[in-house]
T-cell receptor
Framework: DTGVSQNPRHKITKRGQNVTFRCDPI?????LYWYRQTLGQGPEFLTY????????KSRLLSDRFSAERPKGSFSTLEIQRTEQGDSAMYLC?????????????FGSGTRLTVV | AQSVTQLDSQVPVFEEAPVELRCNYS??????LFWYVQYPNQGLQLLLK??????LVKGINGFEAEFNKSQTSFHLRKPSVHISDTAEYFC??????????????FGTGTQLKVEL
């Protein structure tokens, strides 16, 4: 068990470009969460999956954002036509069904800088 | 709606001194409460959690927190801090999502800076 893995750790992109991040949860965890953390703030919920089904999306997740978990294992978060306001740390977390109330396991995050 | 307020954005403290990081929450339902720690350029690590039962909960690295329902508080304490405790600390409350998942609502964080 290597924990929750996120790639890349850092991404610098020009405004208007598309970016994709990947999250590999703990192997047996069937719930996967995405959060965004901007400078000086706590993380904010974006979306979550149970297996391959995306069950809830925050209003923070604009039409430019899309997340997938095609086989119920790893997940990707894509941002299209990036804007400077998208600069943030994107965190992924996972848990077992029924265990999330005990706290998730977070990955180390992907830090996005839009220039 | 649920919310979390961390009253101090920064707390400087000398090594081996005690520290308290304050957290207040608001919720219309029973809650689960958490403290997470974040080291620079890292994800969040769970320090401790309150689910039910004893209001004093102990976590990793010598930290403890007390749940106070009447004051809607969940303050984090450590009797003697170490340089390695320098980090950002986040208080969080959980909310049940559609489908049964758990959404964490975080406070804005408290930067603990331990000085020699």
């Amino acid at each position: 068990d290597t924990g929750v893995s996120q790639n890349p750790r850092h991404k610098i992109t020009k405004r208007g470009q598309n970016v994709t991040f990947r999250c590999d949860p703990i192997s047996e965890h069937n719930r996967l969460y995405w959060y965004r953390q901007t400078l000086g703030q706590g993380p904010e919920f974006l979306t979550y999956f149970q297996n391959e089904a995306q069950l809830e999306k925050s209003r923070l997740l604009s039409d430019r954002f899309s997340a997938e978990r095609p086989k119920g294992s790893f997940s990707t978060l894509e941002i299209q036509r990036t804007e400077q306001g998208d600069s943030a740390m994107y965190l992924c977390a996972s848990s077992l069904v029924g265990q999330g109330r005990y706290g998730y396991t977070f990955g180390s995050g992907t830090r996005l800088t839009v220039v | 709606a649920q919310s979390v307020t961390q009253l101090d954005s920064q707390v400087p403290v000398f090594e081996e001194a005690p520290v308290e990081l304050r957290c207040n929450y608001s919720s219309s339902v029973s809650v689960y409460l958490f403290w997470y720690v974040q080291y620079p350029n890292q994800g969040l690590q769970l320090l401790l959690k309150y689910l039910s039962g004893s209001t004093l909960v102990k976590g990793i690295n010598g930290f403890e927190a007390e749940f106070n329902k009447s004051q809607t508080s969940f303050h984090l304490r450590k009797p003697s801090v170490h340089i390695s405790d320098t980090a950002e600390y986040f208080c969080a409350v959980t909310f049940i999502l559609t489908g049964g998942g758990n959404k964490l609502t975080f406070g804005t964080g408290t930067q603990l800076k331990v000085e020699l």
